[in-house]
């Protein structure tokens, strides 16, 4: 593996780009060290994205999922957090220039910059169907959602009303999964008594995926049981079905081909709000870096690392959590893939911070040892798979007390005591009563307006629409 010499006469100075779980956790592991950490992120706080599917469905509110970075570092001297937007990485002046022009030198650089959606070339459909990645994608497709109900109250043809409450899920994966599940528990006994010329219970919920079955990551008996678990809830699932056109009005869907061979008709689901859950895409920066340092990326976009997750030729660069193509290398095994998942993230911020200190004492670093530690899903209440790597084998359950596991997992896992007793009681008053106390949107614009990537409003129509491995 690589090394390189510490600088001398000063602390080395560590920048590390996004604060992510992989980000978080490779500050956190240079605590100790005699190094100067620079945390850079766009947003000021850190988000606990596995639940973030929860504020988009108003079942908890965004403190319950989110923390302030500085009050994160706030017993770390050596961290500072700044809030800001990378830019570009000078990789031979070793210098992180920002947009609002302020420039951070560094000896050592993680870059953790995360993933962003992926429409497969077709960027134009995220005004119809935003994907969920951040706090405001929560925010808008919770508005979109709630607004697309109010919508259907007031509209007096059956038609156009029955469009206000298709509610369309793109992608089968855990995020689909989740929002699909959660969206029908929403019609069916959250909203229930509260309007006077609809039904919510009857909006229709699709769940929509490209390949054979949901939860792909997961062994098929689970994924299986997953779509019987959905469909038990009134999710209409629909695998091998490939979304061709998005617009103001709906989707075009592309159905399997038949037994012969023959292409399929493609067909029409008419829908305001349409959620896409399909595609992830590395972080812009990725193609930058590979442009500065001739490292090479994948088709997603993330840059392939050395073992060690430092780019090749610059070992002073470590690359990790989503941004990066990093494979496990655990002894008496091929390298593996490590996948987009959170453990991932994290587990590649302590090696990445690990290898930075071997090298500042003139050691030689160590590859990426990733321990899968299984998968898990929720798709409504009481209901949850569950896919656990032991040394004793794979162990696999469905049904409550996958549930209960997947909440309690969850819990362990957020950032501070205050969240997760504050989750825990939202879902305690949640289960009891099937209300969602988060159902609060600002301002009255039609549900029409769709929004590009950067919020802004691009167009306008009769109908409507809303809003993350």
């Given at each position: 593996?690589?090394?390189?010499?510490?600088?001398?006469?000063?602390?080395?100075?560590?920048?590390?780009?996004?604060?992510?779980?992989?980000?978080?956790?490779?500050?956190?592991?240079?605590?100790?060290?005699?190094?100067?950490?620079?945390?850079?992120?766009?947003?000021?706080?850190?988000?606990?994205?596995?639940?973030?599917?929860?504020?988009?469905?108003?079942?908890?509110?965004?403190?319950?999922?989110?923390?302030?970075?500085?009050?994160?570092?706030?017993?770390?001297?050596?961290?500072?957090?700044?809030?800001?937007?990378?830019?570009?990485?000078?990789?031979?002046?070793?210098?992180?220039?920002?947009?609002?022009?302020?420039?951070?030198?560094?000896?050592?650089?993680?870059?953790?910059?995360?993933?962003?959606?992926?429409?497969?070339?077709?960027?134009?459909?995220?005004?119809?169907?935003?994907?969920?990645?951040?706090?405001?994608?929560?925010?808008?497709?919770?508005?979109?959602?709630?607004?697309?109900?109010?919508?259907?109250?007031?509209?007096?043809?059956?038609?156009?009303?029955?469009?206000?409450?298709?509610?369309?899920?793109?992608?089968?994966?855990?995020?689909?999964?989740?929002?699909?599940?959660?969206?029908?528990?929403?019609?069916?006994?959250?909203?229930?008594?509260?309007?006077?010329?609809?039904?919510?219970?009857?909006?229709?919920?699709?769940?929509?995926?490209?390949?054979?079955?949901?939860?792909?990551?997961?062994?098929?008996?689970?994924?299986?049981?997953?779509?019987?678990?959905?469909?038990?809830?009134?999710?209409?699932?629909?695998?091998?079905?490939?979304?061709?056109?998005?617009?103001?009005?709906?989707?075009?869907?592309?159905?399997?081909?038949?037994?012969?061979?023959?292409?399929?008709?493609?067909?029409?689901?008419k829908s305001k709000c349409i959620i896409w859950a399909a595609?992830?895409?590395?972080?812009?920066?990725?193609?930058?870096?590979?442009?500065?340092?001739?490292?090479?990326?994948?088709?997603?976009?993330?840059?392939?690392?050395?073992?060690?997750?430092?780019?090749?030729?610059?070992?002073?660069?470590?690359?990790?959590?989503?941004?990066?193509?990093?494979?496990?290398?655990?002894?008496?095994?091929?390298?593996?893939?490590?996948?987009?998942?959170?453990?991932?993230?994290?587990?590649?911020?302590?090696?990445?911070?690990?290898?930075?200190?071997?090298?500042?004492?003139?050691?030689?670093?160590?590859?990426?040892?990733?321990?899968?530690?299984?998968?898990?899903?929720?798709?409504?209440?009481?209901?949850?798979?569950?896919?656990?790597?032991?040394?004793?084998?794979?162990?696999?359950?469905?049904?409550?007390?996958?549930?209960?596991?997947?909440?309690?997992?969850?819990?362990?896992?957020?950032?501070?005591?205050?969240?997760?007793?504050?989750?825990?009681?939202?879902?305690?008053?949640?289960?009891?009563?099937?209300?969602?106390?988060?159902?609060?949107?600002?301002?009255?614009?039609?549900?029409?307006?769709?929004?590009?990537?950067?919020?802004?409003?691009?167009a306008t129509s009769t109908g409507t629409g809303p809003q993350?491995?």
């Amino acid at each position: 593996m690589s090394t390189s010499p510490a600088p001398t006469g000063r602390r080395p100075r560590v920048v590390i780009i996004g604060c992510g779980f992989g980000g978080l956790e490779a500050a956190r592991a240079l605590r100790p060290a005699a190094v100067d950490v620079t945390v850079v992120d766009k947003a000021n706080h850190h988000l606990f994205q596995p639940l973030l599917y929860q504020v988009a469905t108003a079942g908890l509110s965004a403190p319950a999922i989110a923390a302030p970075i500085r009050h994160l570092f706030r017993h770390q001297p050596n961290a500072t957090a700044l809030l800001g937007e990378v830019a570009r990485v000078d990789v031979a002046a070793r210098t992180v220039h920002l947009r609002d022009g302020l420039a951070l030198p560094y000896d050592h650089l993680i870059v953790a910059a995360g993933a962003t959606h992926s429409y497969f070339g077709r960027d134009d459909w995220a005004a119809w169907a935003p994907g969920l990645k951040t706090l405001e994608d929560a925010f808008e497709i919770r508005r979109r959602i709630l607004l697309a109900f109010e919508a259907a109250e007031k509209e007096p043809d059956p038609q156009r009303r029955a469009d206000w409450l298709n509610f369309v899920v793109v992608g089968g994966g855990p995020t689909g999964v989740e929002m699909a599940g959660t969206l029908a528990e929403i019609a069916r006994h959250t909203l229930p008594g509260e309007f006077r010329h609809i039904d919510p219970a009857s909006a229709k919920i699709i769940l929509l995926e490209g390949s054979p079955r949901v939860l792909q990551s997961m062994p098929e008996t689970l994924s299986q049981r997953a779509r019987e678990q959905l469909e038990k809830l009134g999710v209409d699932v629909r695998v091998q079905a490939r979304v061709t056109a998005i617009d103001a009005e709906g989707l075009m869907v592309q159905p399997p081909s038949g037994a012969d061979g023959s292409g399929a008709i493609s067909y029409q689901i008419k829908s305001k709000c349409i959620i896409w859950a399909a595609g992830v895409a590395a972080s812009p920066l990725g193609r930058q870096l590979a442009e500065a340092t001739g490292c090479t990326t994948d088709r997603a976009g993330r840059v392939v690392v050395e073992p060690d997750l430092a780019l090749p030729g610059h070992p002073e660069i470590s690359v990790i959590g989503d941004l990066a193509a990093a494979q496990s290398h655990m002894p008496g095994q091929p390298p593996r893939p490590v996948p987009g998942v959170s453990p991932g993230a994290k587990q590649m911020g302590r090696a990445a911070a690990a290898n930075l200190l071997r090298r500042l004492q003139g050691q030689p670093t160590q590859p990426l040892r990733y321990r899968d530690y299984g998968n898990l899903a929720t798709i409504g209440r009481n209901s949850a798979v569950v896919d656990l790597t032991s040394p004793a084998g794979p162990v696999r359950f469905s049904g409550y007390f996958a549930w209960l596991f997947w909440l309690f997992a969850h819990v362990y896992f957020l950032i501070g005591f205050r969240n997760r007793l504050v989750v825990l009681m939202d879902w305690a008053w949640a289960y009891w009563s099937f209300a969602r106390s988060a159902r609060v949107v600002a301002g009255m614009d039609a549900p029409a307006t769709a929004r590009s990537a950067t919020g802004t409003a691009t167009a306008t129509s009769t109908g409507t629409g809303p809003q993350r491995s």
